[in-house]
């Protein structure tokens, strides 16, 4: 206790030690660890760094030692610019003396004339005249008369062209084409006594009844008895006049 001057008497209390303090120690302690913690959390990992080393200098002569660049000096002279940027180029001489001549005033060919006409000899007789004939009708010559009438024909090729028929009766025409046919072809297979067992058709006349009147004739012709078991060939028709012949006609 002390004592103003005014008389007035101060009173000073002093707080009692409670002891360490322990929650000031810890809360230190706490942000120690989270700063430390935050340090290593974020820490930025860097690369190593490499450093490689400037390579040394290098300098290269273009000598005249080696082809490679005898060759490039070669090149580097002939793009000189300096050569393309005279002024003053060199006339070759005798250049004005040169006239212009089209490449037409010489003929290197000569042109292809027409053909010579040569002598053709006469290909068909001169034709008779309207009075010959006159004074042939007048004279009463002879007008042919019907033609004749062609039969039908049969040939056989192969290995039935040789072998002789036996029985070949003629063929007996139950329809008449009113337009000219073509030949008919079969293909035949014969046994050895003779007898036709395959008829086959080859090409047709463009008439389906001829050809099976052609099919129908062949089964009744019988060749002539041989050793071999089959023997394969064709049979031909060649139809005759006969063939178109109208049922007035024929017998």
Same mark, same amino acid.
């Given at each position: 206790?002390?004592?103003?001057? *005014? ?8 707080? %009692? ?10 809360? !230190?302690?706490?942000? &120690? ?5 935050? &340090?290593?959390?974020?820490? !930025? ?39 393309? #940027? ?17 490449? &037409?005033? *010489? ?12 002598? +053709? #000899? ?9 009075? *010959? !004939?006159?004074? +042939?009708?007048?004279? #009463?010559? %002879?007008? =042919? #008369?019907?033609? =004749? ?13 040789? +072998?002789? !028929?036996?029985?070949? =009766? ?24 003779? %007898? ?8 047709? *006349? ?16 019988? &060749? ?28």
């Amino acid at each position: 206790m002390k004592a103003s001057p *005014s008389g007035t008497v101060f009173n000073f209390s002093t707080p %009692e030690d409670s002891g360490f303090p322990y929650v000031l120690f810890l809360c !230190v302690l706490g942000s &120690f660890l989270a700063h430390a913690a935050t &340090f290593f959390l974020f820490q !930025v990992v860097y690369p190593q760094r490499v450093t490689i080393p400037q390579p040394a200098p290098r300098v290269s002569l273009l000598t005249p030692s080696s082809p490679e660049n005898i060759a490039l000096l070669r090149w580097i002279d002939a793009e000189d610019p300096a050569l393309v #940027g005279n002024d003053n180029p060199v006339a070759p001489p005798g250049l004005v003396d040169v006239h212009y001549r089209p490449s &037409f005033a *010489s003929p290197r060919t000569a042109p292809l004339g027409a053909p010579a006409e040569q002598a +053709r #000899g006469v290909r068909f007789p001169p034709a008779v005249d309207h009075l *010959s !004939v006159a004074n +042939r009708l007048a004279a #009463g010559s %002879e007008i =042919p #008369g019907k033609l =004749p009438v062609l039969s039908t024909s049969i040939t056989y090729s192969g290995a039935l062209a040789g +072998r002789p !028929v036996e029985k070949n =009766p003629p063929v007996a025409f139950k329809y008449h084409p009113t337009e000219p046919a073509d030949t008919t072809t079969a293909l035949l297979g014969v046994t050895s006594k003779g %007898e036709v067992r395959f008829a086959v058709l080859q090409q047709s *006349s463009g008439d389906p009844a001829l050809d099976e009147l052609a099919l129908a004739h062949l089964k009744q012709v019988t &060749f002539a008895p041989i050793e071999a078991p089959l023997t394969w060939g064709f049979a031909t028709y060649t139809w005759g006049t006969d063939a178109y012949a109208t049922a007035s006609t024929t017998p």
